[in-house]
């Protein structure tokens, strides 16, 4: 009778702990960036200019994928009509723009966080959280069901405060809102 390997002690946790797991794994250090970020000990946000920067990771593929569809490049068409190659070129302008995005991002981070872990955990609260709203709020106005735009409206509410307060410079003046005197 062959002798059977032993198992291993990986093997024998059920899936759920390891789902359990992983999940706090990802949790943890997000729920540990935003309580420093609120305490102010490391900057998730210089200003409110910074969260749009990091929304643009988001904003400028979606721009451009709509932009590719409306002039005719989602089609299925001849394959000779050019639509693929302007498909391939749109993707190929995204990807640029947003790796340029992202470095500018990084540089950015890296100037108000100098220490390279409190760096890495102010981009693993920033970017998530700016790309989660942005796409909440799009979907406000873009929203297909009146049930996604109602979910939409309030995860965008829920995550205004929130960033609002990961935010270190919170001056700055609402367009065209002239400033009380005295």
Not at 44 to 64: E, K
Not at 71 to 79: E, K, V
Not at 101 to 129: C, E, G, H, Q
Not at 142 to 156: A, L, N, Y
Request: glycine share 12%; no cysteine; proline share 7%.
């Amino acid at each position: 009778m062959p002798e059977t390997a032993p198992e291993s002690f990986a093997s024998t946790i059920p899936l759920t702990w390891w789902v359990v797991g992983v999940g706090l794994l990802l949790i943890l250090p997000f729920a540990v960036g935003i309580w420093m970020g609120l305490r102010q000990r490391i900057v998730v946000y210089r200003n409110h200019f910074d969260v749009m920067l990091v929304g643009g990771l988001y904003l400028i593929p979606a721009a451009i994928a709509g932009l590719a569809f409306t002039l005719g490049g989602g089609g299925s068409g001849d394959a000779n009509d050019g639509g693929s190659e302007l498909l391939w070129a749109f993707a190929a302008l995204a990807v640029v723009l947003d790796a340029l995005l992202l470095l500018f991002v990084l540089t950015r981070t890296w100037i108000d966080n100098p220490n390279p872990l409190k760096m890495l955990l102010a981009l693993y609260v920033k970017i998530p959280l700016a790309v989660l709203f942005f796409m909440h709020f799009g979907n406000i106005f873009s929203g297909k069901q009146p049930g996604s735009r109602r979910k939409s409206v309030f995860w965008t509410l829920l995550l205004v405060p929130l960033i609002h307060g990961l935010v270190k410079d919170k001056r700055g003046k609402v367009p065209g809102v002239p400033r009380r005197v005295g």
